[in-house]
């Protein structure tokens, strides 16, 4: 019963703070949407900043389910592939952004923290998918495996960097950035057989 109350608590203020950001809800938003007492809300958590926690822990589930949807039965040159397009298209840029430019600002400790565990989240997904391509022939096995995961890591961040700094008056769009990315990894992974699949997908549609 505990336990079904502090998850409806979670839930209930995953949802505000998604749709208003995390400064404008405060607690008494929240208990005013479960028509509870501060007094019980207390009992579960005891400050704001412990909930904004546990949220950003469901948010981050909520990708990692996600990703794991769409790249369910694909091999490794088409997962690199996905991956890199939904990042040119900002398919997982939605009302997240507001809650997340939030938490950066407001609360840095946890921003810290969680980016921290998402990018080594991030790191051992990559891992997993090199290993994966050298078994299935598609990866090159001369590949410093740790290695290259950690320079597509630094790779991937300048790419963020620059997304953050465009303008209005651009000259290179983001989804540009992405493919030409994506083009230096496939060089220097793929073996003959990764180039013929990736070779065989249309990376030009918009």
Request: with cysteine; charged share 30%.
């Amino acid at each position: 019963m505990a336990e079904d109350i502090k998850e409806k608590i979670l839930s209930t203020a995953y949802a505000l703070f998604r749709q208003r950001g995390v400064r404008d809800v405060t607690i008494d938003d929240i208990c005013r949407s479960l028509s509870m007492s501060k007094k019980t809300f207390y009992q579960y958590y005891s400050q704001k900043e412990d909930l904004v926690a546990a949220a950003v822990d469901v948010h981050l589930e909520e990708k990692r389910r996600y990703f794991e949807n769409i790249l369910r039965g694909r091999n490794p040159v088409e997962v690199l592939w996905v991956m890199t397009d939904m990042l040119a298209r900002k398919k997982t840029a939605d009302s997240d952004s507001r809650m997340a430019a939030d938490i950066r600002k407001y609360y840095p400790d946890i921003f810290i923290q969680k980016t921290k565990s998402r990018k080594a989240e991030g790191m051992r997904i990559f891992l997993e998918i090199i290993y994966q391509g050298m078994e299935a022939g598609y990866v090159r096995r001369d590949l410093d495996p740790e290695a290259a995961v950690l320079q597509l890591a630094f790779m991937h961040q300048g790419m963020i960097l620059y997304q953050d700094s465009l303008s209005g008056g651009r000259r290179v769009s983001y989804r540009r950035v992405c493919l030409a990315f994506l083009d230096v990894v496939a060089h220097a992974l793929f073996t003959a057989e990764g180039w013929e699949i990736y070779n065989s997908m249309d990376k030009n549609e918009e």
